[in-house]
């Protein structure tokens, strides 16, 4: 081995510490890039260069994976390192829409875009330039992101990668999706469970493979999996509907006498490791062609974690402070794999001609998905003073969109039905195999129901990255069950370099509603996650006060991009508060007056107020203070980040920028009084922006404690504090020792 200065070492290798001699056989099997000038993949996966130069390519990656996380001692190269020959094989078969749900793999995927040239769209020439750029802000993130370009999709939470790998084949029917699994993710519960209820859903779509890099261990220890046999495993895929499934083993192929069911095949004679990728490059074509052909396909590597790095197990996962690149053990890792300049370059040229060119410049998601243009919406104008059920009214409209838009999806795991939203249904039909019309089942229905909120919220999540409409609808309550992948979205969509429709959901059946559930349905938490989320610069919760201005929500919702939008709304007959035009004006400008009393003699009283159902005690209140003498102001906050302050939100990180706020004499204008009440049906974080502006000396917040047994709406409220008793009680108690400004 040595450390080749040669001139004739490429630019983009600038940075690598170690370079080794040729294999055996190299001029031979190496002499020129398999995949030749104007071709996007190799001719034949049988082929001894494809497999030679696939070899090359996986060690290529291994190196670098190790060289990466080296220079900065910290990141985890084990994982990806037992994948190295599958990913190297997907390239060269042409498949560079690849997924991972393996966040860990990131050093990897970016390995891969130095190969392909994919990372020179951020200014990263060469190695050196990969290594400083690493796990640095406005870098190469510690885990997969959505600002990397090339890589599809971010990599969150364990179990996520599916959705994305489905939400492309559904959007793409022409393309291979791969998505890369680790042990770890075999032990989430949805991840072949959502797939599963995709293929159920959708038995025409097969154009994407699971990939089980099956190495035994997880983070630290072994995993879960790690005990089934070859046949176990196979068994259970199969058992999740999979009608081919497609299994390597680097032990049958192992000539080094290992110990063991997960073997190392970087330690078998060349010969051996030549036949092992073999067999993954012709397993990968074999179910990539199936996968591509109508059946429900999975390939499986199984070898050992850390094949070809520093060490193997679970202690391959992490690099840590002491694990730098001038240490002897990762000296050693290198050096094994180090690679002759000519192999670097050879390298290059195949992957960098794979799948069309780099994938910066070749997969789906580097363009934005044409798709039907938005119709004008036709909205229902309901009169003030009137009922009308919020929900409905929106889904009205859903039914809309998805009447124009053919690849528009909605999912909701507890029924439209049960959400005052049949309307949906009967305009879009659920999709499903068996046709029944009492039931509204169709095989090319558009909405998609089963009953899982992580499948649900994975999927519509999917197709909003990837470019497309969709909308997740779900009760409240059991939101939290999907939310982590919305989250992982709409922080990636805040860094896209496109526009992307904005992800969009509704929650409905809110806790005053679930009363007679039980306090199992009774959990509006989730509203305080999403409300801490406004600061991140793009997510947007919305507080429709009634049917009317949910109509306008889901319009400015749906007409934005690169937004998380969500919609939280009741399914009972409301009173209307404002009309359609008054509800754009709240939604545009965060808030609106929808009530103020003409005089009063006791001092001003400010309501601000996030919901709708919430209403009717504020009213209520609203008839004891007026008697008392108080004059009462009664505020809608419907879209709650534009009452922040500029400074408050980090508008100017995002892609698609919004630094709409509302200014100080309008705010001023909503909010002043002698005392304001900041009143909610769910938690407090929502009102942040108008308790952190108000200038009223006196304020008080009513909202939820906790859920009750089984109880009406008015006695969930009464239980929570939330009546206009106490609100009255709460404004004779702040206002008793302050002199009383006259209206």
Not at 91 to 107: R, S
Not at 401 to 414: E, F, M
Not at 459 to 467: K, P, R, T, V
Request: aromatic fraction near 8%.
């Amino acid at each position: 081995m040595s450390n080749n200065t040669n001139s004739t070492i490429p630019a983009f290798c600038q940075g690598i510490q170690h370079y080794g001699d040729k294999w055996p056989d190299f001029d031979t099997y190496a002499a020129q890039a398999v995949i030749g000038e104007g071709q996007s993949a190799i001719q034949n996966s049988n082929d001894d260069s494809a497999v030679y130069q696939t070899l090359l390519a996986a060690d290529a990656l291994r190196y670098l994976t190790l060289q990466l996380t080296g220079s900065k001692g910290s990141g985890h190269p084990g994982g990806f390192a037992s994948s190295a020959e599958a990913h190297a094989a997907l390239m060269m078969l042409g498949h560079t829409n690849i997924v991972t749900e393996v966040g860990h793999h990131a050093p990897g995927f970016y390995s891969s875009m130095l190969l392909d040239s994919s990372l020179e769209e951020m200014g990263i020439n060469n190695v050196d330039d990969m290594m400083q750029r690493f796990r640095e802000k406005h870098g190469l993130l510690g885990h997969l992101s959505g600002a990397i370009p090339g890589l599809l999709a971010p990599a969150g939470p364990l179990g996520q990668g599916q959705h994305f790998a489905m939400a492309g084949a559904y959007l793409h029917r022409d393309k291979l999706f791969p998505v890369t699994i680790g042990d770890g993710g075999m032990g989430e519960p949805y991840v072949l469970n959502s797939m599963m209820h995709f293929h159920t859903a959708y038995p025409e779509i097969t154009n994407f493979l699971p990939v089980l890099i099956w190495n035994g261990y997880s983070q630290e220890h072994h995993s879960m999996v790690s005990l089934h046999d070859n046949e176990q495993m196979t068994n259970y895929w199969k058992g999740h509907g999979f009608e081919e499934v497609v299994l390597v083993d680097a032990r049958d192929f192992d000539d080094s006498d290992q110990a063991g069911a997960y073997v190392d095949s970087s330690r078998f004679s060349l010969k051996q490791r030549l036949a092992f990728t073999r067999a993954v490059l012709a397993g990968i074509d074999s179910a990539a062609q199936s996968a591509m052909n109508g059946k429900l396909t999975a390939f499986i590597i199984k070898q050992l974690k850390g094949t070809g790095v520093h060490t193997v197990g679970a202690k391959s996962h992490n690099l840590y402070p002491a694990d730098t690149l001038d240490q002897p053990h990762i000296i050693d890792g290198l050096t094994r794999r180090a690679l002759p300049a000519e192999a670097w370059q050879l390298v290059r040229e195949n992957l960098s001609r794979a799948g069309g060119g780099p994938a910066a410049k070749t997969v789906v998601t580097e363009g934005e998905l044409e798709f039907t243009p938005l119709p004008k919406l036709e909205m229902t104008e309901f009169d003030k003073n009137d009922k009308a059920v919020p929900s409905t009214a929106m889904g009205a409209l859903v039914a809309q969109v998805g009447l124009s838009d053919p690849d528009y999806v909605v999912t909701n795991a507890d029924g439209n039905e049960a959400s005052a939203m049949k309307n949906i249904n009967d305009a879009l039909k659920i999709r499903h195999p068996s046709q029944d019309p009492l039931y509204n089942q169709e095989p090319n229905g558009q909405v998609y129901e089963p009953l899982n909120e992580d499948a649900c919220a994975g999927f519509a999540a999917g197709l909003a990255l990837f470019g497309s409409r969709s909308i997740w609808l779900s009760y409240e309550s059991f939101a939290i069950n999907g939310w982590p992948i919305m989250q992982t979205v709409a922080q990636a969509m805040a860094e896209l370099r496109r526009k992307t429709p904005s992800l969009v959901s509704m929650f409905t059946a809110g806790a005053l509603e679930q009363g007679r559930n039980g306090w199992t349905h009774q959990r509006p938490e989730i509203e305080n996650y999403f409300a801490a989320m406004m600061r991140n610069g793009n997510s947007y919760p919305l507080f429709p006060c009634d049917a009317n201005s949910i109509q306008v929500a889901y319009e400015y919702a749906t007409a934005s991009y690169n937004k998380n939008m969500v919609i939280i709304a009741s399914k009972s007959p409301l009173p209307v508060y404002m009309t359609l035009e008054e509800s754009r004006h709240a939604i545009e400008n965060g808030a609106a007056t929808i009530y103020e009393s003409k005089s009063g003699s006791k001092g001003t009283v400010v309501f601000a107020v996030t919901g709708d159902m919430i209403f009717l005690p504020v009213f209520e209140a609203r008839d004891k203070l007026e008697q008392e003498g108080y004059k009462v102001r009664i505020v809608a906050v419907v879209n709650p980040r534009r009452l922040y302050r500029p400074t408050d939100i980090a508008w100017d990180t995002v892609s698609e920028p919004d630094n709409k706020f509302m200014d100080d004499d309008h705010f001023n204008a909503l909010f002043d009084g002698d005392a304001l009440l900041a009143v909610s049906g769910g938690p407090s974080a929502s009102l942040e922006p108008v308790l952190i502006r108000t200038r009223a000396p006196k304020r008080d917040t009513f909202c939820w404690k906790r859920g009750e047994t089984t109880a009406s709406p008015a006695e969930i409220m009464d239980f929570n504090g939330i009546t206009a008793d106490l609100m009255l009680s709460s404004i004779q108690g702040l206002l008793s020792s302050t002199k009383a400004v006259a209206a």
